[in-house]
């Protein structure tokens, strides 16, 4: 079962290992103990987490056109994803996170060898300034919702990689809005074992799967 988190500014966030059903929302999600890795991770937590499936359209859109960041329209949205798409290969050169360009949508993979120590969710330390980068660039291009996804491989129990997954998804989250990310913007899934990108028959292609990838895709009107 995959654990969802969107980020909307409305109440404080409860995590923990364990799922329960949300009484006023019917939602299942994620209880109260595991949220430590968040406020570990960056001196604070992302504030107003809705926990539990997304339906419908994105409400992040609505939102963020209503509280004054606005939306793109036509050829506006290509030019604008270009600028930031430079911008962030020129932060992000050398650092280990590749910068991939689908369509309208921006990639960053973040594998675990420069992320996090082997099933830990903490960040290492010499990472943080390479997210702060990734923050600038965000704070400057406020018209992108920002989808935090989390990584493991095969190995393993499912459930156990499905938290950690989530747990780092939620500690890169966490840096990026405390250097003034808009929380309005995020959406944060641990997907766990899921989407392969390579191979889990071999060591090289496990350690491909272990990532955050972080999608930045454009808010356009209508």
């Known amino acids: 079962m995959k654990s969802k988190i969107l980020v909307a500014g409305i109440a404080a966030l409860a995590l923990s290992a364990c799922t329960t059903t949300n009484p006023y929302t019917g939602q299942t999600q994620v209880s109260n103990t595991a949220g ?8 604070g937590a992302v504030a107003g987490a ?6 419908g359209g ?12 606005g939306g793109l329209a036509g050829a506006a ?3 604008y994803m270009d600028q930031q798409e430079a911008e962030l290969r020129a932060q992000l050169q050398g650092t280990g ?37 990734v923050a600038l660039v965000l704070q400057k291009f406020n018209k992108t919702t920002v989808d935090v ?3 493991t491989d095969s190995t393993g129990d499912d459930n156990y990689n499905l938290n950690l ?16 990310v808009s929380q309005q913007r995020f959406h944060i899934e641990g997907r ?3 989407d392969p990108i390579a191979s889990n028959a071999t060591e090289n292609g496990r350690a491909q799967n272990r990532r955050v990838e972080i999608q930045l895709s454009p808010v356009a009107n209508g």
Do not use: H, W
């Open 149 to 151: 996804y989390g990584y």
């Open 36 to 43: 430590g890795a968040l406020i570990g991770a960056g001196g």
């Open 192 to 194: 766990g074992e899921a």
């Open 58 to 69: 994105d409400p992040r859109v609505g939102a963020l056109i209503g509280a004054g960041a």
């Open 77 to 79: 949205i290509g030019s």
């Open 165 to 180: 997954s989530n747990r780092r998804a939620i500690a890169v989250a966490t840096v990026l809005s405390n250097q003034g």
């Open 50 to 55: 809705i926990i539990g499936a997304a339906t």
């Open 97 to 133: 996170v590749s910068v991939t360009r689908v369509g309208n949508q921006i990639i960053l993979n973040m594998p675990s060898n420069v992320t996090f120590d082997v099933d830990k969710s903490t960040i290492r330390p010499e990472f943080n300034q390479t997210l702060v980068s």
